[in-house]
């Protein structure tokens, strides 16, 4: 089965810690995002990758830090730097066209992070 | 001024009705539109995409482009409990090139 798949479903961290959200997909996409979504909010681009090794931040990207190693994965870090990281994080890919292309984003299941 | 605005809600309709979902850009050179469904703690999926002025029709979903207002809406047609979610309007192109600007979503409540 083709998809996006994220790990872990639910987070608990302690304040001060850094903690590793993991993000893998399989369609062969060469674009992947992180988003964080609040309660009751929309999605904020935190960081994506449109290639290996280099990747661009978004609108949010202070206290968190990502590579791009593998045109299948893109861990993102919560570090201890991010002052609430509690919320749902989200991982989406994305196929890259020029024009009218689509472009539609498919996401992985999400990661709860709770900070204790 | 967001980019893309959606009237957070909660819309409520009753069973069968059309529930009709808007969402304004600002962008001019925006191309691609998205519609996304998002049940409570689950991650978003694709319901609809459109980028030709007029309506495109996919079951009991319409999706309507209006470019030289900048709009674009979504109609549900005989809508059911299990239509009850946030609908979110993405928005590709322009400014923003290949990436995706989301507006904050629409939350439907459809009433038995």
């Known amino acids: 089965d083709g998809g996006i798949t994220q790990s872990p479903k639910y987070l608990f961290r302690k304040e001060g810690q850094n903690v590793t959200l993991s993000c893998e997909q399989n369609l062969n996409h060469d674009a992947m995002y992180w988003y964080r979504q609040d309660p009751g909010q929309g999605l904020r681009l935190i960081y994506y990758s449109q290639i290996v090794n280099d990747f661009q931040k978004g609108d949010i990207a202070e206290g968190y830090s990502v590579s791009r190693e593998k045109k299948e994965s893109f861990p993102l870090t919560v570090t201890s730097a991010q002052k609430n990281p509690t919320a749902f994080y989200l991982c989406?890919?994305?196929?890259?066209?020029?024009?009218?292309?689509?472009?539609?984003?498919?996401f992985g299941p999400g990661t709860r992070l709770t900070v204790l | 001024q967001k980019e893309v605005e959606q009237n957070s809600g909660p819309l409520s309709v009753p069973e069968g009705a059309i529930a009709s979902l808007n969402c304004t850009y600002s962008?001019?050179?925006?191309?691609?539109f998205f519609w996304y469904r998002q049940y409570s703690g689950k991650s978003p999926e694709l319901i609809m995409f459109?980028?030709?002025?007029g309506d495109k029709e996919d079951g009991r979903f319409t999706a309507q482009l209006n470019k030289a207002s900048q709009y674009v809406s979504l109609l549900i047609r005989d809508s059911q409990p299990s239509d009850s979610a946030t609908y979110l309007c993405a928005v590709n192109g322009g400014n923003a090139g290949n990436m995706l600007t989301f507006g904050g979503g629409t939350r439907l409540m459809v009433k038995p």
């Open positions: 459109i980028y030709s002025n």
């Open positions: 962008d001019r050179g925006s191309q691609s």
């Open positions: 989406a890919s994305s196929s890259l066209g020029r024009g009218r292309a689509r472009n539609e984003q498919f």
